[in-house]
């Protein structure tokens, strides 16, 4: 029995009319992704005119499955019938997702706007709904004129924006959140802030989630400049600008947080706070002091002064000993000594490991693997890497809800056939291709990877499937969201694109980097596949006219590529790369042809190497180092040897088969987990390391290896 009110129909006892806008079919379309089968049924429904029923939930299902325009179009030819004038604003929201064009947003909520005044509504057209629908059409023009940079965060009026304008915004937002190295970006988020006015707490969520770890560092740190806090708040607002500023390399404001943190941890709390609460208090300035200690001695170690940084350790390890969380010196504590102790190093990867809610710390515990690689301890190594694992593959049950359990510490007995899935970056895109390659090289396997790859890939293994899995800032907003047209966005936390979801459903199962990686450590760092077949492979005439112009331009010298520091801009830099004075004692210790392939060098740091040696680089003059990345395949294939810290261009060059020198440096025991007792690299094995025993050695060996290439 049902609870509802008879109609006149029933009580006539005639069937009441089907409703035109039910979904079945069209739900059985987007399962299919079917985009011809969608826009007709769409076509037909607006043709019949009838927009009583659940149009709106037909259009709903469209947005949640990232037919955008699709939906915006079916909402708008509603609103121009004249069914509900909040049609209108319900039609803006997700063309302004599709087309992510702010200016065309700008110019159709104005038209909007002025329709609304011309239509005869069937459903709340009187002034007052078609006042509330205008305030949120002026809510969404103002929101897309902000992110086109027109309108300004001044220009958001002091009473707010229409409910529907601000819940757009939000969206928008998440949507945006991987790109907010785009002004336009930024500018909505701090929108939203002045917006809605959240609380200090929310506010350092905000900046962690959207500014501090993907992109606009500055524009994080001029918000939290906006905020006044006291107590913990202030403490925990201080520490996050403190990371953030430091990870970017914005070393002035580095400089301004760290002294205002010291000031804020030596006022007193004040009398009348609670006990319980300034027990709390003390707990977490406590903390706060052991950051500023780990920052000051990464200073030391980034300024090459060991003797400061030992002190300060020595000094914190005395101070902070006993608490729940000290083990996070263990990780300082083995870049300044472990390398005299492995024994010891390992002892002190345990520590670390049992640090419970440990201080925010400059220091990465991706060293860990490698120490207890290097001890032998494997099965340490596979726990690591296992348990990063876990927590991504989590979060892709949706793409594969029948993905059977799979064991990652018998690699025989993974997934033969599955989708692997792109990482954050390009060295990340052919690092889990080398791992798949070398440990499960005889399945049936799909791989999202940089578009800029997939060419190379494809030739390199014709037996797999290749996929572009583009970018924001590649493609644009518009393009992106188009590629992923007919994914949910319920089962989507990565945005994979639309193709990625069709071989999703033929192979049944999905893999992730850390998975492989986790294989890796099983099988001990022995790789199942110990060829060295490439993984890359560039077109074999641009290597040949890579090979013809190093002929000329070298003159009949060795030819060695060089690429010797990141884009990184961080304060970590000059521990981890060498300088132009150290380079220039390379490139002028060899009567080598040095041919530069740093991707971001500069002309006056190329200028000063060249003063210092004496020797000019070979600099290829059509060759894009960023963005071309099989010309850089083939440059390396073309040269005698390559030298490259660990950065992108290393696996570019190490997974295109070109005889490799790796010069990385920075912590005891670098990449101990990927190289055998040889120094030979188990995922791409034309790549040899050096032995990473401290700055100069590493300078030594790779000086050397220069002299040995020349007189071979």
Known sequence: MSDAEPTDETEAGIAPAPDPWETTELQRFVAERDEAAITGWIESRVAAGNWTGGYAAAAALLSAHRYYIEASRLLRRAFEAGSDPYDAARALIPFWYGTGDANLVAVVATDMTLALETIEFAFQGDDFHKGMVRSALDGIRLLANIEAGHSGLDDIPAEGIHGIALEALWKRIWMQHASLQFPSAQR???????LVKPGPADILSIVATFFGWHGGAAAGLDLLDTIDCDGSAETDRLVLALAIAFEAGISERYSAFRSALEAHLDEPVPEDTAPEDAVARESEAECARATLDLYAIRDALDAGDLDA???RLVDARSRFAGREWSGVFALPDILLGGQADLNASVELARDYLAAENPPRSPFAPHILADIFARAGDWDAVYRLFEGDAAGIRAAYGGLTPGQPDYDTSDPARGPGSAVVLSGWGLGDDIFRLGLLHRHLGGGDYTMMLDARLVEMARRARPDWHFLAHT???????????????????????????ACALEAVGRHGAVLVQEDLQAMHAARKGIAADVSGTPVLEPDPARVQAMQDWLAKA????TTIGLCWRSGLAGAARSSSFFGNAEIARLTGSAQAAWVLMQYDWDAGEIADIEARSGVNFLVHPDLDLRGDIEGVAALARAC???????VSTREICAAAGANVY??????PWANAWRRDDGMRDTIFPSMMHCDPDGRESVLAQAINRARLETER
């Open 188 to 194: 909505l988020a701090l929108a939203y802030v002045r």
């Open 309 to 311: 940084a030992r002190n």
């Open 471 to 497: 970018r924001v800032a590649e493609v644009g907003p518009a393009e992106f969201w188009n590629q992923r047209r007919g994914v949910p966005e319920a089962i989507d936390p990565l945005r994979v694109p």
């Open 554 to 557: 070298a003159g009949g010298r």
């Open 640 to 646: 005698d040897l390559v030298m490259s810290t660990g």
């Open 662 to 667: 790796s010069i990385s440096f920075g912590w």
